[in-house]
């Protein structure tokens, strides 16, 4: 309502829920072919504790929402996109893409495989138009915590970024076509240092300090 008010344009809205594994046949099925120039993936949530005591169902939903869904989407997407002579694709990872995170540790695997799939397809895609771009915000001011039951984990909303910031980053991102952009300095920092740090322990221990 407030986009259409503001901006003055026709916004259609297509309730599903994308943890389901036939939602992206039905989002599919109603939009068909049509020539979308771009897709943002941004729907994911994040489910906080440890692993053996958190409750399997949610991490399976997890799975579908933050993996399945995200692949499928893009599959078809970057498809109808190539034939058409090109679009973007910007799909949310985070800075968790970039170390395990002890406590997060399914939502850090998924939000890992999101980077690692949209560099190498990027790459795959590089003729054909299509850019493929990974997002990496890191706390942000949002419902997360609540959904991900992290509101106890109160480092992780301080000095939080607002939603806005992290949107208008993306979208910047995508102007540029930069294949992977993580919002923030000091989040770039973090995310430079996991990536060249070869002692993967050492990088498992301070992520779990991080998060305690
Ligand atoms: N907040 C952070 O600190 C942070 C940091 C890094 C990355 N991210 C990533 O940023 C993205 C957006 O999250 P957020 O921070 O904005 O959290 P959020 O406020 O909880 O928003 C999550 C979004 O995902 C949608 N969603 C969740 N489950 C869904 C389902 N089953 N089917 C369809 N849509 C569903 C929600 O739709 P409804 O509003 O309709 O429920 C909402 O639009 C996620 O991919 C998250 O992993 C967040």
Redesign the pocket.
């Given at each position: 309502m407030i986009l259409k008010k503001k901006y003055n344009i026709k916004v259609d809205i297509i309730p599903?829920?994308?943890?389901s594994i036939d939602a992206t046949k039905k989002l599919i099925s109603i939009l068909g072919d049509t020539n979308i120039n771009i897709v943002i993936n941004?729907?994911?949530?994040?489910d906080y504790g440890k692993f053996v005591e958190n409750d399997i169902d949610k991490i399976v939903s997890m799975i579908n929402?933050n993996i399945t869904t995200l692949t499928q989407i893009t599959h078809h997407f970057a498809k109808v996109m190539s034939k058409n002579g090109g679009g973007k694709i910007l799909n949310?990872a985070?800075?968790a893409s970039f170390q395990p995170v002890p406590t997060f540790a399914v939502y850090s695997a998924t939000?890992a495989y999101v980077l690692s799939f949209s560099e190498a397809i990027n790459y795959e895609l590089k003729d054909s138009g299509v850019q493929v771009c990974a997002l990496c915000?890191?706390?942000?001011a949002?419902?997360?915590d609540k959904?991900a039951n992290a509101t106890d984990v109160a480092h992780l909303s301080k000095g939080?970024m607002s939603?806005q910031d992290v949107a208008k980053a993306g979208i910047r991102q995508l102007q540029n076509n930069d294949m992977t952009y993580v919002v923030g300095f000091k989040n770039r920092l973090l995310a430079f240092a996991s990536s060249i740090n070869p002692f993967r322990k050492l990088t498992l221990t301070i992520s779990a300090n991080i998060m305690k």
């Open positions: 599903l829920d994308l943890s941004n729907a994911g949530i994040g929402l949310v985070s800075t939000k915000p890191g706390p942000t949002t419902n997360f959904v939080a939603s």
